[in-house]
């Protein structure tokens, strides 16, 4: 099969999203099949995925750590042209819930394709988080969604992901949470869960290398420093905590200078170490080597990405979140009693001063592993090309179009 993706974002930029694309890009292509995938342009790549000169960039702009671009006439011809030199696309994945999904949508309906969307992003929580003027921006987003999807009365994020999911012949969700919210906006056909997958050769080779030794504990925080991301919150439950242990973190984003700035307020600026971007590759490394890989978000995330590749590289996590714990492990998750600083700065101390203490680390998990992701995808395509052949001749099929 030939996988046309769409996504929001560029592919070799930093983000959870992006990894998660190009390792379905890579199993997928180990498995025979070829992927092109359609994006926003930009200038600005990390490794280890450089882009693929087969893809088709959008024109974009680039605002922060976003890029930003839309949908209609002009891009649809872009499109086109662009996937008119490459053999014909079997299959639109929709990978991404602004201008990448517009496009996906309308280049899959002008080609009478079948498209299976996976709904990333939590946007009625994201797009305040990133962007100024969040009712403003939620107006422009849904007459966007009723110029660029033909659809009427989007008043609402509810409205607004029903477009898209009653045109959509498999709906995807990367986590159980956030697959009873887009059930909560009325979505009533079947939503598979298929979470973010983790690299199967990179984890193997990690899990056979003896740790690291280290002074102390390591508590890592990977990820976009960015408000919403909540680090300063665990800045300050470590101080609270008052634990022997270092804090390692990986990533970058706009909210850098304030977290330095936050730890030395706090007095911890000795024991907090700032690496940067680096390659997916060291932050995978730096997690089996910590003592536990910690997230601090509340109600953001709409799935677990690096806590899913934590638990796969044998790293227990301690987590703020409950939702995101119940896709994990139970073995592997030490969960705040609440949302406060307090619960927070109670779950790192009995972490340090108990559970590391004690030495007993649970087995790494293959529950997330990409291979199984990967077959689970080949279904959902075949069961999507099967829906949509029916949508097109119901008399041959009663009329259901309903995934079961």
Avoid at 348 to 364: D, L, N, S, T, Y
Avoid at 366 to 381: D, G, I, K, M, W
Wanted: proline content about 6%; glycine content about 6%; overall charge neutral.
């Amino acid at each position: 099969m030939h996988i046309g993706f769409f996504s929001d974002q560029h592919p070799a930029t930093l983000g959870g999203l992006q990894v998660s694309l190009e390792l379905q890009r890579k199993y997928l292509q180990r498995r025979g099949h070829s992927v092109t995938v359609c994006a926003p342009n930009s200038k600005h790549t990390t490794p280890p995925f450089p882009a693929e000169t087969n893809d088709v960039p959008l024109g974009a702009v680039r605002v922060g750590e976003h890029s930003f671009t839309l949908a209609g006439t002009r891009f649809d011809d872009t499109i086109d042209l662009a996937f008119a030199s490459k053999p014909p696309v079997d299959c639109v994945h929709v990978q991404g819930d602004l201008w990448g999904a517009w496009n996906g949508y309308r280049f899959a309906a002008r080609h009478d394709l079948p498209l299976v969307h996976t709904m990333h992003t939590n946007i009625e929580v994201g797009l305040p988080a990133i962007l100024p003027f969040p009712r403003a921006v939620f107006r422009l987003l849904f007459s966007a969604q009723q110029r660029f999807l033909n659809a009427s009365k989007v008043r609402s994020i509810a409205d607004y992901t029903r477009a898209f999911a009653e045109r959509a012949d498999i709906v995807i969700a990367p986590s159980t949470h956030f697959a009873q919210r887009l059930r909560g906006y009325g979505i009533d056909k079947e939503i598979w869960v298929v979470p973010t997958g983790v690299d199967d050769e990179l984890i193997q080779a990690l899990v056979s290398e003896p740790r690291a030794p280290r002074k102390r504990p390591i508590l890592l925080w990977p990820g976009r420093i960015s408000q919403e991301k909540r680090i300063s919150d665990f800045f300050e439950a470590f101080h609270q905590a008052s634990v022997d242990a270092d804090i390692h973190v990986y990533g970058s984003g706009v909210d850098l200078i304030n977290a330095q700035k936050r730890a030395a307020d706090l007095g911890i600026a000795n024991r907090v170490y700032f690496f940067g971007a680096v390659s997916h590759q060291r932050v995978l490394t730096a997690m089996r080597n910590a003592d536990a890989v910690v997230q601090s978000s509340l109600g953001y995330e709409t799935q677990g990405l690096t806590v899913y590749e934590a638990v796969s590289v044998g790293t227990p996590v301690i987590l703020r979140d409950r939702n995101i714990a119940a896709d994990l492990p139970a073995e592997f998750s030490r969960v705040a009693a609440n949302e406060s600083i307090d619960a927070f700065a109670s779950a790192i101390r009995e972490f340090v001063q108990f559970e590391h203490e004690a030495g007993v680390r649970p087995k790494p998990s293959n529950q997330f592993a990409q291979s199984h992701q990967t077959r689970r995808l080949e279904t959902l395509y075949r069961e999507a090309w099967s829906i949509h052949e029916k949508s097109a001749f119901p008399e041959q099929s009663g009329g259901n179009q309903r995934a079961a």
